[in-house]
């Protein structure tokens, strides 16, 4: 057995887990609205029993630290933080303010309302972030008092952008700017942001992130189901931009494919081959998302050297095989041992 660091999830949705095998909705945004109706289906007690079952799904799979984006209401948060305790994993909830657009159950009636909210789970001993939803969530004045309330309080701050062109085109229309753009001048770009996606960031959207010390966390299993497109990763890493990864919808649940498909991106943008070093994708994989989601100390994973993938591998070779050419099924959970 080897020890190293356990894999961070940096942005998960556990109730789309449910979804996983279904294959409607032409587009993104036909697909949404199956998950839509999910999300308005679904009881307090289903989201504590299915969040459990999601969350050893991770433990067993390597990453034991989460960052669970989550829209669903509050006390579906803290049946997500119970299911978190039961099935041994660390937990960043990061409580989605959804003001406008999606269903009922997403949304808060103002700012206020919402930061209520997010101090009551901080009251029960619940780690949090704030996750303005989206551009398309949150007006621009809330966005300029989420990332003022996120800085003032040294929390995380998660938000999804530039995910699809239509998402820009609305930005545009609206604000006059792109998603990015509008995040930096409503105060929300900084070194505890993470924006989730961009995979339709353009290069100065790009430079504003550098420049703040912003994240991204790239979901390469979830964007290719959905249609999301690439993210630039070459240009990301060529602008020393840190990124984490996620497994998002959980279409799959496997850190080593979401590492793997980063650096296969960069080297079908690129052409060329080890884009991103080996310790840089390890490091994706856990410290910075580890960073992200605003923890110190999380569970380290076991690989098990006498699995059948990593047969004749060289002991010098075992990290390389490892990224590149193994599934999540040589790890182990350490919670179990």
Request: aromatic letters at 6%.
């Amino acid at each position: 057995m080897l020890t190293i660091p356990g894999f961070v999830d940096a942005h998960c949705h556990a109730f789309q887990r449910s979804l996983r095998g279904l294959d409607k909705g032409a587009d993104f945004w036909a697909w949404r609205d199956e998950m839509l109706a999910l999300a308005s289906s679904l009881s307090v007690e289903e989201i504590r029993r299915e969040y459990v079952e999601v969350y050893r799904e991770l433990r067993a799979n390597g990453y034991t630290a989460v960052g669970e984006f989550h829209y669903l209401g509050i006390e579906e948060a803290r049946a997500a933080a119970g299911a978190a305790a039961e099935a041994g994993i660390e937990l960043t909830l990061l409580y989605a303010c959804y003001l406008r657009g999606g269903i009922e159950r997403f949304r808060q009636g103002s700012v206020a309302e919402y930061l209520h909210g997010l101090e009551a789970l901080r009251d029960d001993g619940i780690r949090v972030g704030l996750a303005p939803h989206s551009v398309r969530a949150c007006p621009a004045e809330a966005l300029r008092e989420l990332g003022r309330y996120a800085a003032e309080h040294e929390l995380p701050l998660h938000v999804h952008a530039d995910e699809q062109p239509r998402e820009i085109q609305e930005c545009l229309a609206e604000h006059g700017i792109r998603p990015i753009e509008l995040l930096d001048r409503e105060g929300c770009l900084g070194p505890r942001t993470t924006v989730v996606h961009a995979t339709h960031a353009d290069g100065h959207e790009l430079d504003l992130l550098c420049d703040a010390g912003s994240r991204i966390c790239a979901c390469p299993t979830t964007e290719a189901n959905l249609g999301d497109g690439f993210l630039p990763v070459a240009r990301v890493c060529h602008r020393e931009i840190g990124l984490c990864i996620g497994s998002d919808s959980n279409v799959r649940i496997d850190p080593l494919e979401e590492l793997r498909e980063l650096e296969g991106v960069a080297r079908r943008q690129t052409g060329t081959r080890g884009v991103i070093s080996l310790d840089s994708l390890l490091c994706f994989g856990a410290d910075e998302g580890a960073a992200s989601i605003g923890i110190e100390r999380w569970p380290d994973a076991i690989v098990d050297l006498d699995h059948p993938q990593l047969r004749g591998v060289d002991e010098a070779a075992v990290y390389e095989a490892l990224v590149f050419s193994c599934s999540s099924d040589v790890l182990r959970n350490t919670s179990a041992q």
